[in-house]
Structures are given as C-alpha cells and as structure tokens.
C-alpha cells in the first residue's frame, strides 16, 4: 500500500462520515477494484519497463496482434481504438518505428493511407510482456480456487458490460 494512503476501511470510513447516504458494501467494492486497477497498471509498467518498452507501446502492439494476421491497421483505427488524438498516436507510431517495433507503410491500394504493421521484434516484445503478465495475474489469483475464478470473472464481466452499455 502506498505510503499515507488510507486503508479502505478508513476510507469507506471517511466517505461515510461526509457523506451519509453510502452504501459501504458497494463503495468497498468500487475502491477496492479502482486501488486493484491501479497497482495492477504499475506493476505491468515496471514489466514492460523491463523489455524496454512504455505500457503505451504495449497497448499499440496488443491492439495489432488482436487485429489478427497480418497485424496491420490504419493510424485513426489504432487511435480511435486507444483513445487518442491522430497527433498522438503519430508521435507513438513515429517511436516505436524507430524502435523497429512496428513499421509504416503507404496502402497498395490506396496510396493516400498509411497502414502501421507489427514487425517480427514488436511481435516478440508482444510475447514477452504477455509471458511476464502471464506469471504476474497467475500469482495474483492463486488464492482463489477454479470456481472462484470462474465466478469473478463472470460478474466482473458483468459490471463491464453494464458500464459499456453507458450505465
């Protein structure tokens, strides 16, 4: 836990000090899984960290391998997909092809298009984050029994799709 950060049950605590109408199950709920999200995406950042690339370039990466072969998309899907403005996801792709992750190269088809591709070394870096990823989410649910899992995964499931529904 980071240092002078309360624990969730102070927190719900405090929450329900300020504010009286809270429902203490689901805020610890909710806490628990907004705290889970955020050490979960530090400890993948020192793992990518460690095979040299960003989180950021692991998201480009996993966005093309889920593509499919030949692991090629246009810019502005790969932005719209992230979450980014064209100028970022140019100032990415313009990295990681110096990085030799991935290339980009004008559409046979259509010369005006740029499509970004996954290079033979983006792929492995690909493979060696999710090998790392693979071991890190191993540990972290070896407490819970194959129900357990099972379970968790279905109402998490669950509460991301109503959140994707828009609530």
Known sequence: MPENEPTLDEQIAAYQREFADLDPQVEQIVSAL?????????????????????????????????????????PGDL??????????MTHRIDRMVAEGLVTRDRDETNRVRVIVGLTDAGRQ??????????????????????????????????????????G
Do not use: C
């Open 34 to 74: 907004g705290r889970l999200n955020r050490r979960m995406n530090v400890a993948y950042g020192r793992q990518t960290a460690t095979l040299g690339i960003s989180n950021a370039e692991w998201e480009v990466l996993k966005a093309l391998v889920l593509a499919g072969q030949p692991y090629r998309m246009g």
């Open 125 to 166: 870096k690909w493979l060696d984050a999710m090998e790392l990823a693979t071991t890190f989410e191993e540990d972290l649910l070896q407490d819970l029994s194959a129900k357990e899992r099972g379970v968790l995964g279905e109402l998490l499931t669950r509460l991301l799709q109503r959140v994707e529904l828009g």
């Open 79 to 88: 932005a719209k997909q992230l979450g980014l403005t064209p100028a970022a």
